[in-house]
């Protein structure tokens, strides 16, 4: 069985993240959206929260399993018998932070191999944080995000 961890913030979830999940389902047995416990960040959804919201949204997928975790991802991968990390790449900006944790996590534990997805045209400039920025200041989050997920922005702002 090929079981990948998509791990991340998802500080909200967005329908960048959300289009990485659809294509890793179609290539591994089993996806598990990992929601990454960082004491260090402020967020503006608690862990649960998050996790909460990350199953709702992902519900009608029968292969992907919402999940938390904290320490060394690689760890949390081998613990879970998985082959591999799931990344998206947006762009040029995002290769280098994202080789060198690829570098790094294979040097942890050659066994892991990190895959990148290259995200879709439509959802290259999207982001969590500007997800967050725009609703903030009254933009219009239509499209970036879940429904729920604007309805939850919305509510904590
Ligand atoms: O959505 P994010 O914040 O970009 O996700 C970053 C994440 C969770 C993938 C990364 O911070 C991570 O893997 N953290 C776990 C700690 C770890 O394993 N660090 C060493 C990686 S080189």
């Given at each position: 069985m090929k079981i990948g961890i998509y791990p991340?913030?998802?500080?909200?979830?967005t329908n960048g993240h959300l289009d990485i999940i659809e294509r890793a389902s179609k290539i591994c047995d089993k996806v598990i959206v990992s929601v990454l416990e960082n004491p260090s960040k402020n967020p503006m959804f608690t862990l649960q929260e998050r996790v909460k919201l990350i199953k709702k949204v992902l519900?009608?997928?029968?292969n992907v399993e919402v999940d938390c975790f904290s320490g060394l991802l690689v760890d949390y991968a081998k613990k879970h018998d998985a082959q591999a990390i799931i990344k998206g790449l947006r762009a040029v900006s995002d290769f280098e932070y994202e080789f060198q944790m690829a570098l790094m996590n294979r040097k942890l534990s050659p066994e892991v191999e990190t895959i990148f997805l290259m995200t879709s045209s439509k959802h290259s400039y999207l982001s969590s944080s500007l997800v967050k920025e725009v609703a903030k200041f009254g933009g219009c989050i239509e499209g970036l995000v879940p429904q729920i997920i604007g309805n939850a922005i919305l509510e904590k702002l």
């Open positions: 991340g913030s998802f500080d909200p979830i519900e009608s997928y029968d």
